[in-house]
């Protein structure tokens, strides 16, 4: 069975540096941002380096949007 590590806020800075390490470690990175645009640079930088990453587009500041994501 995979090992999973669900990112929300997958940014640039510290939740990108979080989801790459989840990586590095075996996991399955599943990262979101508000915007998939943003957040394609940073799954396509996990993927070249081995790793297995999947993005989602979330809104972490709306409770539906995280409910929809987690289910």
Known sequence: MKKVA????AG???GGAIARRFA???YVA???RRSLDKLQPLVDQIRAGGGESHGFASDARKVEEVVALIE
């Open 12 to 14: 640039d800075a510290t």
């Open 24 to 26: 590095r470690e075996g």
């Open 30 to 32: 599943c990262v979101t």
């Open 6 to 9: 669900l990112v929300i806020g």
